[in-house]
């Protein structure tokens, strides 16, 4: 509720003081519920009748700005697979499992459905890194450049998208269709 009791609060005018007063309640009250706490049976009622809104469009505004906080763990708990082989998938695929809200585990299924594609790709390439230094006859391992690529790429993405949740509130790489 923290922003929209805020928005409806202000549309009319009101300052905290002014809406607690109004609704007979606490100012540490409307301050609790506009910091996050969710107002329930007498304190909603106050509330919504002093802004005179039915209650279903205060918990119907709440529902328009769905917070993105747990994609951003998700996304974040892809750094593991730069530590951990498979960590990548994982640990995103467990959050995102474990995550009721719809918004964010559609987006923690694409972050991991990136990971998957760039692990496969990884993997394959660390298996045929061998043959091919093998029949070029390179003494360098040639499984450290790809290793390092992708490494690199995968680190590149987690920024670019956490940046991208930071500021837009949705991923700015991601696969057109989500296989997951």
Same mark, same amino acid.
Request: proline share 5%; net charge positive.
């Given at each position: 509720?923290?922003?929209?009791?805020?928005?409806?609060?202000?549309?009319?005018?009101?300052?905290?003081?002014?809406?607690?007063?109004?609704?007979?309640?606490?100012?540490?009250?409307?301050?609790?519920?506009?910091?996050?706490?969710?107002?329930?049976?007498?304190?909603?009622?106050?509330?919504?009748?002093?802004?005179?809104?039915?209650?279903?469009?205060?918990?119907?505004?709440?529902?328009?700005?769905?917070?993105?906080?747990?994609?951003? #763990?998700?996304? &974040?708990?892809?750094? !593991?697979?730069?530590?951990?082989?498979?960590? $990548? *998938?994982? %640990? =995103? /695929?467990?959050?995102?499992?474990?995550?009721?809200?719809?918004?964010?585990?559609?987006?923690?299924?694409?972050?991991?459905?990136?990971?998957?594609?760039?692990?496969?790709? #990884?993997?394959? &390439?660390?298996?045929? !890194?061998?043959?091919?230094?093998?029949?070029? $006859? *390179?003494? %360098? =391992? /040639?499984?450290?450049?790809?290793?390092?690529?992708?490494?690199?790429?995968?680190?590149?993405?987690?920024?670019?998208?956490?940046?991208?949740?930071?500021?837009?509130?949705? #991923?700015?790489?991601?696969?057109?269709?989500?296989?997951?």
């Amino acid at each position: 509720m923290q922003p929209n009791l805020k928005i409806l609060r202000e549309q009319k005018n009101l300052t905290q003081s002014e809406l607690a007063e109004k609704s007979g309640l606490s100012l540490r009250t409307i301050q609790r519920i506009e910091a996050g706490n969710i107002p329930k049976g007498f304190t909603l009622k106050a509330i919504t009748n002093a802004l005179e809104i039915e209650p279903e469009k205060l918990l119907a505004a709440d529902e328009q700005n769905p917070t993105i906080d747990r994609a951003k #763990l998700i996304n &974040l708990s892809a750094l !593991s697979g730069l530590i951990i082989p498979f960590g $990548s *998938i994982i %640990f =995103p /695929l467990i959050l995102t499992y474990k995550t009721k809200d719809s918004t964010n585990k559609e987006l923690g299924k694409s972050i991991v459905s990136v990971h998957i594609i760039l692990t496969v790709i #990884l993997s394959v &390439l660390m298996i045929i !890194s061998p043959f091919l230094q093998k029949a070029v $006859s *390179i003494k %360098f =391992p /040639l499984f450290i450049v790809p290793l390092i690529l992708f490494l690199s790429l995968k680190l590149f993405i987690i920024i670019k998208n956490g940046i991208s949740l930071n500021q837009n509130n949705e #991923l700015s790489i991601k696969l057109k269709t989500n296989f997951l």
